[in-house]
T-cell receptor, first 112, second 114 residues
């Protein structure tokens, strides 16, 4: 079975720009979550999607938004980028039972 | 609300020595507990998890963790570490319900030296 794949692996954006990160979930997993990991910190929950609907959100502003598609893949969009948005963005997929989370390798976003 | 405390930000240890990485959690409901490992410039890899049943869980590479409900702890141990175990280790908790999410600790950097 394939794992979770994320693209791109790295990117650099300018403050004020918009960015889209992509994630393909593991086969058989219908739930996708996004996490932000700042340097030297543990991952922080951004939001979660199940059956194309957002069903949980962490303490992130509305300029962080997402989508889930019928094949359970997902996108994370960030508008009006700020320097503090520089981080590793991790996507995790899980079955609806909530007992297993598989993470991708992440997208390293640098905002300059 | 749930929280996870990893008491040590860094743990230096010599190769072949034993190690314990401490994790305490706070939750008002029953929990699932996880340890993840992160190598430099990589994502998170699941090391082991406690869902139910035996309170002692083991990984394939020699790590083990014991769920202690009374002390709300899930410490990670290995009797003899290798250089290749050098990495960041994250403890995480979820409330065990469907569609639940993970709450992570801040991580412990395990530094194994010869």
């Amino acid at each position: 079975e394939t794992g979770v794949t994320q693209s791109p692996t790295h990117l650099i954006k300018t403050r004020g720009q918009q960015v889209t990160l992509r994630c393909s979930s593991q086969s058989g997993h219908n739930t996708v979550s996004w996490y932000q990991q700042a340097l030297g910190q543990g991952p922080q929950f951004i939001f979660q999607y199940y059956r194309e609907e957002e069903n949980g959100r962490g303490n992130f502003p509305p300029r962080f938004s997402g989508l889930q598609f019928p094949n359970y893949s997902s996108e994370l969009n960030v508008n009006a980028l700020e320097l503090d948005d520089s981080a590793l963005y991790l996507c995790a997929s899980s079955p609806s039972t909530g007992d297993g989370y598989t993470f991708g390798s992440g997208t390293r976003l640098t905002v300059v | 609300a749930q929280s996870v405390t990893q008491l040590d930000s860094q743990v230096p240890v010599f190769e072949e020595a034993p190690v314990e990485l401490r994790c305490n959690y706070s939750s008002s409901v029953s929990v699932y507990l996880f340890w993840y490992v992160q190598y430099p410039n990589q994502g998170l890899q699941l090391l082991l998890k406690y869902l139910s049943g035996s309170t002692l869980v083991e990984s394939i590479n020699g790590f083990e963790a014991e769920f202690n409900k009374s002390q709300t702890s899930f410490h990670l141990r290995k009797p003899s570490v290798h250089i290749s175990d050098t990495a960041e280790y994250f403890c995480a908790v979820s409330d065990g319900h469907g569609y639940s999410t993970l709450t992570f600790g801040k991580g412990t950097m395990l530094l194994v030296s010869p």
